[in-house]
């Protein structure tokens, strides 16, 4: 099993739908959690971390399950400029604090 | 200003010649990395520094060798290319004792092996 899984999709949506896309993690013992964001031929750029509680940035709604360890992102009202593709990043617990990347979502949000 | 920066943006060189890839930071990081990700876009971490100590060491061909000089750079030095090394190779940096874990991401560099 992988360390960090999404779907690779595509999602391919309209301009003003809502997405969400799913992660799951295999360490139990992960302590951080994150959503970056990837666009073409561009480096990773953190989209928001991921609390317990949950938490929400403007139409991101970002949440964690401990208990079956996933990770969900929550896109509302979705924009043109939101095609991107979304990586789901954990935090392993250690001196290092290795971070381990999913192999990430893509996300075409179409006119 | 750059935050992250990496030379050169681009790399075409031949098989069996030896490339270095340069990264400086001026966020006052004490933690770099190097990443490599590859045409199926997995993002790989190869290694990291830590205050000039390599602190990971990933499964990597030993012609691949990270230097780093002092907290705000970290080099790739690479010998004896294959064709499997092309790839997008990103820098990144962070603070290590910080909760807030964000790394900040080079632009990358683009190595084709010909």
């Known amino acids: 099993r992988k360390e960090v899984e999404q779907d690779p999709g595509p999602f391919n949506v309209p301009e003003g739908a809502t997405v969400a896309f799913n992660c799951t993690y295999s360490?139990?013992?992960?302590?951080?959690f994150f959503w970056y964001r990837q666009d073409c031929r561009k480096e990773p750029k953190l989209l928001m971390s991921v609390y317990s509680s949950g938490n929400e940035d403007g139409r991101f709604t970002a949440q964690l399950n401990r208990a079956s360890q996933y990770i969900s992102l929550l896109i509302r009202d979705s924009k043109l400029s939101d095609s991107a593709t979304y990586l789901c990043?954990?935090?392993?617990?250690?001196?290092?604090?290795?971070?381990?990347w999913g192999l990430g979502t893509s996300l075409a949000v179409n006119p | 200003d750059t935050a992250v920066s990496q030379t050169p943006k681009y790399l075409v060189t031949q098989m069996g010649n030896d490339k270095s890839i340069k990264c400086e930071q001026n966020?006052?990081?004490?933690?770099m990395y190097w990443y490599k990700q590859d045409s199926k876009k997995f993002l790989k971490i190869m290694f990291s520094?830590?205050?000039?100590?390599?602190?990971i060491n990933e499964t990597v061909p030993n012609r691949f060798s990270p230097k780093s000089p002092d907290k705000a750079h970290l080099n790739l030095h690479i010998n004896s290319l294959e064709l499997g090394d092309s790839a997008v190779y990103f820098c990144?940096?962070?603070?290590?004792?910080?909760?807030?874990?964000?790394?900040?991401f080079g632009p990358g560099t683009r190595l084709l092996v010909l």
């Open positions: 520094y830590n205050n000039k100590e390599l602190i």
């Open positions: 990144a940096s962070r603070i290590m004792d910080r909760v807030e874990e964000t790394q900040y």
């Open positions: 990043v954990v935090g392993n617990a250690g001196n290092n604090r290795k971070l381990i």
């Open positions: 360490n139990s013992a992960s302590q951080s």
């Open positions: 966020l006052g990081h004490d933690t």
